[in-house]
């Protein structure tokens, strides 16, 4: 597998340096750190840190600034940051109002995490965290117990970032988050598998006609393999999918993101939202939100996944659309 | 090669509704064409319309909309729209100050927009083009005469729609264009080669070990073909190839735009930058633009390629950096 890199263990150092060339208006790198801070400081809000393996780009750096994250903790490719990242993180971040980290939930992820929490109350911050789990594919996955956060952690870093802004207290923003984690769902579909820079070759195989549904971010298994069908047969295994997940009526309304993979071209997450649009017209959904785009990435792999948000709260939405200042927002 | 689609025939089509029903506050679909156009109206100013063949999304439709495009001619995959589909988008977006139509220099592209430009004459439509020809590796190629149109594209969108913006009256613009589009050089190297969905196998041949400079955005041939190299010499190779084109001066204002071809992850394309940024040091060039993405892709390719602008204008800065309101800028 051909990439674009020079020394595999050195690919996230050398991408965070060209993303803080790139975006030194909006993001700055703490100094010895993987840490992706916002240049912006909002005194006196919540600041909402999140972070976890590198390797789902523009996730998490690309949503760090005003009106979303304070910063992003980015360890190596598909491994957990370290505490002592994230605690840098954290005290850096906290205007005096607290900090809540977002977790994705594996393993490595929540206790990392966790283990920060600790030791930034030992220096007397305030810090609390929520644990995003909306990938409904499987109970339990390789490098998860329960359900995997996936591209819906977009989602809650717009919602959870917007109130912040907005002024809400730590102990609100955590009660808001209880809310709508479970109001976010996603699956997602494989055509080819990522290569990590340091394996260099594909973590699993598929034929030439094959895909998979339910694959994970990091290549973990999914549900089913079958051979390849079209754009609206997979568009309708997902809706299905999610369908019996939410138990939806007629009339509810939500938001929907379509999530490119990292090799999938634009022009067929176009086309296969346009086939998600046919079945939740059926289906007599109210849609008042859409995105279409690469987020929440696993490298190279192709494929694309679905997630849906029932939009129970007005305000969500108004979160949803309100303009921030990021890279890939 | 595995895609997410329908009938292969019907994907430019699809996707243009997908495209749509996903971004419906900032463009419309013009009934019964592949023209989508912008909802901003600007009374009394230049409209700056686009197009050329499909599968270089979010290119042109992405940046129609406020400051940018006022509509872009979506034609089927790398083939040019046809002059009524052209003609179509100029009665549209015309606002009483004409339309200035950008065309990147291919065979079919030229002589279709030319041939809409003549038939919009005849309704009295005042019409004039100018012809985006940045790609550096070759002359004259499989499409081509002359230097093909490809990344440097979309900064002249952004600083050709800034102006017209503005109020910079038709005349003025294209005497603006003049200027500009010899300032604007584009170098690329491909990984693999992309897979158009009717053929449904790669244009061309690229081994597991070997890549290609110069390649043109439909998968043209470049001017050398070796085996892979490192970031850092794969940046060295377009950096040495611009500064010959260009013959910079030490202090020299640049823009810097490193684009993914489409199956590139952002990681990347960040690495890459990254060593561009060390090259473009040793040059004592000010690079006071920059700017990572898959803006210019050809479908599924892997690769990347560099354009730089010499900045010869403060305003030119100005117009690149001014808020628009696109769906990709």
């Not at 909002?42 to 976890?52: D, F, Q």
């Not at 992003?72 to 971040?93: M, R, Y």
């Not at 952690?153 to 102990?171: N, Q, R």
């Amino acid at each position: 597998m051909k990439k674009i890199m020079n020394e595999p263990e050195k690919i996230v150092d050398e991408m965070l340096d060209g993303l803080v060339f790139t975006e030194d208006s909006i993001v700055e790198r703490l100094p010895g750190t993987n840490v992706i801070a916002r240049t912006y400081r909002s005194e006196g809000k919540v600041a909402v840190i999140s972070g976890g393996g590198s390797g789902h780009e523009p996730t998490h750096a690309g949503f760090v600034g005003k009106g979303m994250l304070a910063a992003a903790v980015c360890g190596p490719v598909f491994t957990s940051p370290a505490p002592d990242q994230i605690l840098e993180a954290v005290k850096h971040a906290d205007q005096g109002a607290g900090v809540l980290l977002v977790i994705k939930n594996y393993t490595g992820d929540v206790m990392n995490f966790e283990m920060a929490e600790e030791l930034a109350a030992m220096e007397d911050i305030s810090v609390d965290h929520i644990i995003v789990n909306d990938d409904v594919a499987v109970e339990d996955s390789t490098y998860t117990a329960g359900r995997r956060g996936v591209a819906g952690t977009i989602l809650v870093h717009k919602i959870i970032g917007g109130a912040a802004e907005a002024g809400l207290p730590l102990k609100e923003l955590k009660t808001l988050a209880d809310q709508l984690i479970p109001s976010i769902k996603t699956l997602a579909v494989a055509l080819s598998a990522a290569t990590v820079p340091e394996v260099g070759k594909p973590g699993f195989e598929l034929a030439e006609d094959e895909i998979e549904y339910g694959i994970g971010i990091h290549g973990e298994p999914g549900y089913r393999r079958e051979k390849i069908k079209s754009s609206k047969e997979m568009a309708l295994e997902l809706i299905e999918q999610l369908k019996k997940n939410f138990n939806w009526h007629v009339g509810d309304r939500y938001g929907v993101l379509v999530n490119g993979m990292g090799a999938t071209p634009l022009m067929e997450q176009y086309v296969f939202i346009n086939d998600i649009q046919h079945l939740l017209r059926e289906e007599q959904l109210d849609i008042a939100f859409k995105k279409v785009g690469s987020y929440m990435t696993s490298l190279d792999m192709a494929g694309i996944s679905l997630t849906m948000i029932r939009l129970k709260e007005e305000q969500w939405l108004k979160w949803l659309q309100e303009p921030v200042t990021t890279i890939a927002w």
